[in-house]
């Protein structure tokens, strides 16, 4: 609306890395180590490497996506430019399940860490109290600006590394390469099932894309901060795993590899110190969770699949007010209304979906003489996007074959909510 107040243009290269390391540097690198070790044995660092393979050119094809736009939207946006409204739609409403779920999963793990030091929050009263403040507190940073919000996020992205650093610093004399042995190779679908666990941990390099609205030269900015995000990303994932996996018996014993290998090595201090840094990498991905989630409203209020009310910008901070209240409700409410602490496969489902309809449009918008021109434009990139949409597929089909049927109901229901939000709006 003319007159309407818009977003602000604040955020730089480093605030974007930031932003997108803090999504990959989380709850899903603290619990790889144990989950895949339980599907893949030795066969965790192979998991690992081919992951990463795998998320090449899946993050080159997003780099030559980010080149073209300078909207809010991320995948949202490109899906509905290059494929069409109604995939548009489904990409966006996904993603938004998607976060709501990594939300509500992180939400309980931090409550369940927390607890390690107070007891008592770990069910009844306390355990709601704890994870509505946590709520309050995050979404009350996000509401009063973005500036303010990158600002928290390269603080803890900075903890964060510094976190996993002293990590591998303090367990690397007391790594057994020993303990490292292939072993029997995992069957395929195994092998699948274990990428889906670092493919979680690597989900979240989406959001900076998201956030292509309020960066200062999204076009530039988002493909380098794309690759370095992911290469340090790579390197916290392996350190973790090669102190885990080479300190403990058994790391798929344990729910918490991390804390039990401090404990190990360093007794109960190193226990504490461990679960403290936890803590930490589970604020910083809930945080940065929390800043891309409304944005995804706010572009399919943007552009009218959603009702115009969900995008409103408040007039002091600039930020969208009124979806990040109503992700922040659904989403904590979800915490509060489960003691689950995984939503692992279906969270992952849900935004390999959304990947493999960005890899479409990434082909559709090559062919289109009037499509936004890339400013990294990514050799033999519709031959790649195909390979990588394929390669995607087939993991989900292979590691997510339990979950389709609950993703397949989420599609419908955001398809239902549309569909009368256009009936009630004609």
């Known amino acids: 609306m003319a007159g309407a107040p818009s977003l602000v243009r604040a955020l730089t290269r480093r605030d974007l890395a930031g932003i997108l390391l803090n999504a990959m540097v989380g709850a899903g690198m603290l ?10 044995g030795g066969w965790s660092f192979a998991v690992l490497l081919v992951s990463a393979l795998a998320l090449l050119p899946l993050i080159l094809c997003f780099a030559d996506l980010g080149s073209r736009f300078s909207a809010t939207g991320g995948p949202y946006l490109y899906v509905k430019e290059g494929v069409g409204p109604v995939s548009g739609y489904a990409a966006g409403w996904l993603l938004w399940i998607a976060q709501a779920l990594s939300t509500a999963t992180l939400a309980n793990l931090f409550v369940s860490y927390l607890a390690g030091f107070v007891p008592l929050l770990d069910s009844g009263l306390p355990r709601l109290v704890t994870i509505a403040l946590l709520g309050v507190v995050m979404v009350g940073v996000n509401l009063v600006g973005i500036s303010p919000s990158a600002r928290v996020s ?3 992205i900075a903890i964060k590394v510094g976190f996993v650093l002293l990590f591998l610093l303090a367990g690397l004399p007391f790594v057994d390469l020993g303990r490292i042995e292939m072993g029997e190779a995992p069957a395929l679908s195994d092998f699948s099932t274990a990428m889906l666990v670092y493919l979680f941990a690597y989900t979240g390099f989406e959001r900076g894309a998201v956030l292509a609205g309020e960066a200062r030269d999204p076009r530039r900015d988002m493909p380098a901060a794309l690759g370095i995000s992911v290469g340090i990303a790579t390197l916290a994932y392996a350190a973790v795993l090669l102190v885990c996996v080479g300190t403990l018996d058994d790391p798929a014993a344990t729910d918490r590899p991390l804390a039990d290998a401090g404990r190990l090595l360093y007794g109960s201090l190193g226990a504490v110190a461990v679960s403290a840094g936890a803590i930490t990498v589970i ?3 809930l945080f940065v969770v929390g800043i891309g989630m409304p944005r995804v409203l706010l572009a399919l209020a943007e552009h009218r699949q959603l009702p115009a009310g969900l995008g409103a910008i408040h007039p002091r ?8 209240l109503i992700s922040g409700v659904i989403a904590y409410g979800a915490a509060m209304a489960s003691d689950l602490l995984t939503a692992l496969t279906m969270s992952t489902a849900s935004r390999l979906v959304a990947y493999i309809l960005s890899c479409v449009a990434l082909v559709r918008l090559r062919r289109q003489a009037d499509a936004p021109p890339a400013q990294f434009n990514l050799p033999a990139g519709g031959a790649i996007a195909v390979a990588t949409a394929l390669l995607f597929t087939a993991v989900m089909l292979l590691g997510a074959t339990a979950e389709l049927p609950a993703l397949a109901a989420v599609t419908l229901a955001g398809y239902a909510i549309w569909i009368i939000y256009r009936w009630r709006a004609a």
């Not at 901070?317 to 990040?324: C, E, F, K, L, S």
């Open 31 to 40: 619990a790889a180590p144990a989950k895949v070790f339980a599907v893949a």
């Open 154 to 156: 390269n603080i803890l």
């Open 283 to 285: 604020l910083g991905t």
């Open 317 to 324: 901070w600039r930020t969208p007010y009124v979806a990040i």
